[in-house]
Nanobody, 116 residues
Framework: QVQLVESGGGLVQAGGSLRLSCAAS????????MGWSRQRPGKEREFVAA????????YYADSVKGRFTISRDNAKNTVYLQMNSLKAEDTAVYYC?????????WGQGTQVTVSS
């Protein structure tokens, strides 16, 4: 069982930045494929960013490419999402997820609100 706890959400003005954190339980964090998704108001949950299985490559949704950066610290069992140049349309609940070889775990989500 993997538990994920997100933090770092809040209210920010358009053009501003936030950094989300996701702390994970488990002794094999470095083997999890970590990622972030979001659910905008009235929309389905959507992919935002993720690592490859090797942890070397990163992938981003077109809508955030060049503005968001996913990173991880295996020593701290934590994955981050640095969000720059935020737009009103980035307003959403952001969820951290961990793929443990087919078993998917989700955090409870953290709200990000971008005011225009």
């Amino acid at each position: 069982q993997v538990q994920l706890v997100e933090s770092g959400g809040g209210l920010v003005q358009a053009g501003g930045s936030l950094r989300l954190s996701c702390a994970a339980s488990g002794r094999t964090f470095s083997t999890y494929r970590m990622g972030w998704s979001r659910q905008r108001p009235g929309k389905e949950r959507e992919f935002v960013a993720a690592f490859s299985w090797s942890g070397v490559n990163t992938y981003y949704a077109d809508s955030v490419k060049g503005r968001f950066t996913i990173s991880r610290d295996n020593a701290k069992n934590t994955v981050y999402l640095q969000m720059n140049s935020l737009k009103a349309e980035d307003t959403a609940v952001y969820y951290c997820n961990a793929d443990d070889r087919g078993r998917i775990y989700w955090g409870q989500g953290t709200q990000v609100t971008v005011s225009s």
